[in-house]
């Protein structure tokens, strides 16, 4: 089995191993896990076309708040976002959510194509697990990112970068905007990362 349709190849092994740690590191509201995979090829900095991995919702408010936040936290990396559908570059992002109770057991985490966190997917998604009733300060969000930079011309996926962070709701760090802008500083952080190796960023 591999990591990329037609491109980035990693055995069945590498992935067992990334998704074994993610889902058994619990991260904080100062910690973010994040693990990236490449070929060690060097990849052209510049233009880039931020959207969703799903073009079903490249049109939603949120969505676009989100592209914002991330086209804001790329260029230490080298990039710059921009709307230009001509770029040679895109790079494609999914977020998913997952609400679940102080002391209950993390969602499992799958890395590659489709992957998804807590039943949402590849996309947008939120899934809940905490019985109704229980306060909110004892209730804990756990993010995850996904980015991937994709080749134009050929659909090649040139370098993904996944994360996952976690906070109490009642939180600043719980803010979607927030959290996500974390992620992508640590996914983007000493470009473009060891691949295969999951590290936790502060």
Same mark, same amino acid.
């Given at each position: /089995?591999? +990591?990329?349709? %037609?491109?980035?190849?990693?055995? /069945? $092994?590498? +992935?067992?191993?990334?998704?074994?740690? #993610?889902?058994?590191?619990?991260?904080? $509201?100062?910690?973010?896990? #994040?693990?990236?995979?490449? +070929?060690?090829?060097?990849? !052209?900095?510049?233009? *880039?076309?931020?959207?969703?991995?799903?073009?079903?919702?490249?049109?939603?408010?949120?969505?676009?708040?989100?592209? $914002?936040?991330?086209?804001?936290?790329?260029? @230490?990396? %080298?990039?710059?976002?921009?709307? @230009?559908?001509?770029?040679?570059?895109? +790079?494609?992002?999914?977020?998913?959510?997952?609400? &679940?109770?102080?002391?209950?057991? &993390?969602?499992?985490?799958?890395?590659?194509?489709?992957?998804?966190?807590? %039943?949402?997917?590849?996309?947008?998604?939120?899934?809940?697990?905490? !019985?109704?009733?229980?306060?909110? $300060?004892?209730?804990?969000?756990?993010?995850?990112?996904?980015? &991937?930079?994709? &080749?134009?011309?050929?659909?090649?996926?040139?370098?993904?970068?996944?994360?996952?962070?976690?906070?109490? /709701?009642?939180?600043?760090?719980?803010?979607?905007?927030?959290?996500? @802008?974390?992620?992508?500083?640590? *996914?983007?952080?000493?470009? !473009?990362?060891?691949?295969?190796?999951?590290? /936790?960023?502060?």
């Amino acid at each position: /089995m591999l +990591l990329f349709r %037609g491109s980035i190849l990693l055995p /069945m $092994a590498a +992935l067992i191993l990334a998704g074994s740690m #993610v889902s058994g590191c619990a991260t904080t $509201a100062t910690q973010v896990e #994040v693990t990236r995979f490449h +070929l060690n090829q060097p990849i !052209p900095r510049g233009a *880039i076309r931020i959207t969703p991995a799903d073009p079903a919702i490249n049109d939603s408010l949120e969505n676009k708040q989100y592209a $914002a936040v991330i086209g804001q936290e790329i260029g @230490a990396a %080298g990039f710059r976002s921009t709307d @230009a559908a001509s770029t040679e570059q895109l +790079l494609l992002f999914s977020v998913t959510r997952h609400l &679940r109770a102080a002391g209950a057991p &993390r969602p499992p985490v799958t890395i590659g194509v489709g992957g998804g966190t807590g %039943g949402g997917g590849f996309g947008v998604g939120v899934s809940t697990s905490f !019985p109704i009733g229980t306060p909110k $300060a004892r209730e804990l969000v756990t993010y995850a990112l996904n980015l &991937r930079i994709r &080749r134009a011309q050929d659909n090649a996926i040139l370098w993904e970068g996944r994360a996952t962070t976690e906070a109490l /709701m009642t939180t600043a760090a719980a803010d979607p905007r927030t959290a996500i @802008a974390r992620m992508t500083r640590a *996914i983007f952080a000493d470009f !473009p990362g060891e691949s295969g190796k999951t590290i /936790m960023v502060k």
